[in-house]
Every structure is written in structure tokens, then in C-alpha cells.
């Protein structure tokens, strides 16, 4: 069956996927995609969805996923039609607190790591390092997107080197700080940046005073 579209993906905000969706690319490598990216529909199988990705780190491959589930007569895809998307937002750094808008939390940073005014945040990565399994307790301080990381790149810069990331170790990147009383601080940030568009490439912008 044949049914090209734009599509997002979506259904995965639960404890389980945790924001991802592992694909298949040339058979046999998987990838991670985020939440809200943008992919065209290309070919419905029996088994899968065969999508080409139209944003991100993976953009212009094109990859097939299985169903989320499926029963003797539907499919239940994890592709959704709509996904509302902002302009892109601006983070704002002054010392040991990051702002937007009304919400502000503390960070973690090493002195002289960043050294640029502006940064752009870029489309996120899936941390491949074993996290503390506290990290993703939303009932103390957590988030299940833990393993989320936003990429920070310069313009004079030919590749990100740090990341924006939640935790409570900052070794070169900008970490939102995880405290055990403060719930959805992590979730809150995610969610704005994940729905955040500047480009193809890009979600937003990080200032630095």
C-alpha cells in the first residue's frame, strides 16, 4: 500500500518510550527519532511504516519502524497528522539560572565553557550513558525524558560540542540541576523546546549575559 503524507512523530510521551521511537535504516542500523519530527509517509507494509525523515540529525534518510500495536483488524501507528509547533524560543543564561518567559531554573556550568553570546539549540539527541534511576522519578524531582540532551552550537563552530541536559553533574555542557523537591522542571523545558522550530536543524536559541 502506497500513501505518501506528512506526518509527525508522536504517541510517545510515555514512561516507556520516553519521547523516542527506534527505526530501522538499510535494513539493519537503528535510530532514535524524537518526538514532533517532521517525516513524510512513503509506504504502509504489512509489518511497518516506511517514513523519510524531513528534519533533524537523521534528515533525508529514510528508515521503517513497526507499528506501535496492532490487533486482527487495525493498525496503530505511531505517526500522528497534526502537531502544533511554536516559533523558535529563546533561552536566556545569567549565571546559574535559566529563563524563558515566566519559568526560570538553576543550572549547572563550568566556568569558560561558554564562551560565545548565542547558541543555537539543535534538534536533541538520545544519551546513550547509564543515568541514575532516580534521574526519571517524577515523583521526586525527575523526568522520564531524562535521557533527552539539546545540542548547543555556535556559528563559528563546525559541530556542537556541548549539550543542554538534565542532571546533576555538568562535565562541559549546561545542566538544568536536578532537585528531588521541585517536580516537572525537566518535563516543563522539554516540552517547550521539543514543540520549539527555527529550521530544519534547529529548535531555538540560548543567549548568554
Known sequence: MNKTAIKFIGNVLDPINRGWVYSIVDGRDRICLPYTTRVELVEVSENFEHIKILEGYYKGNTVKFPFMSRDDKFHYSFLIDRCRLSKPITLKLNHDTLKFGNFKCEVLVEKNILNNKVYCIKFPVRSNKILPSHYFDESRGGSRFSDTW?????????YPEKYLHFGSISEGCLTVKYN?????VWNTLYTKLIHSRMNEDNLGFLTIK
Open 150 to 158: 539539546f545540542p548547543l552550537q555556535a556559528k563559528d563552530e563546525l
Open 180 to 184: 528531588p523537591l521541585i517536580n516537572e
